[in-house]
Structure formats: C-alpha cells, structure tokens
C-alpha cells in the first residue's frame, strides 16, 4: 500500500522561500509520476506541478512558473517542491500526490494516492 508524507511546510513572510517534501512508501517509486496540489481556505484543490517517472517532463500552473520547481530522487523515492519569492496567494494546504500510470497530469481525479498535507502561510 503506497503511503505519501509530506514535511517542510510552515509560515513564512512574502518574498521568503520554502521547500515542501514528500517520502513515498510501499511500491516502486519510479513507476509513479508525481504531484504537488494546494487548497487555499475556501477554496477548491488545484494543481500547483508534476513530474514523470523519469523526471524529464515537468509541468506548472502558470502562476507559479519561474517562482517553484518540482524535483524528484528516485533513489530516495522522494519528490520536492522548492517555492521562491512567495506571496500571500500562496497560502495552503499543499498536497502531494501521486499517479500510477505515470503521465504528468493536472487533474485530481488522475492521481491514485494523496498524502494529508503541509500548511503553508504566508503573511504580507
């Protein structure tokens, strides 16, 4: 049974970086593509990157783009998100994911197995 646990989360200030990560457990790691997803308060899950199995297909929501960045260890079955320069809209819960059949996807419906999440809060 695959089990995700993110850590690294906390309160930051805006312009201030943090790194989220994610130990998978109980399959091959490398057979997953991998996920990041948030939920701000009150509102719905989204989807914030992904990654292949391989690591050489990354995908971002645009607001995001240039400002985090995905990065998985195969040997470490570990998956990170670095996040630089962040902003009060930035404020979530952040979930890692992740994807049995392996392709990079933006859709929650898609990925198999989720983690409880990490609370990000950034003050203005």
């Known amino acids: 049974q695959v089990h995700l646990q993110e850590s690294g989360g906390g309160s930051v200030e805006a312009g201030d970086s943090l790194i989220l990560s994610c130990a998978f457990s109980g399959s091959r790691f490398s057979s997953y593509a991998m996920g990041w997803f948030r939920q701000p308060p009150g509102k719905e899950r989204e989807f914030v990157a992904a990654?292949?199995?391989?690591?050489?297909?990354?995908e971002y929501l645009d607001t995001v783009k240039g400002r985090f960045t995905i990065s998985r260890d195969n040997a470490k079955s570990t998956v990170a998100l670095q996040m630089n320069t962040l902003q009060p809209e930035d404020t979530a819960v952040y979930y890692c994911a992740a994807d049995q059949v392996a392709t990079v996807s933006r859709k929650v419906y898609d990925y198999d197995v989720w983690g409880q999440g990490a609370q990000v809060t950034v003050s203005a």
């Open positions: 990654i292949s199995w391989s690591g050489r297909i990354t």
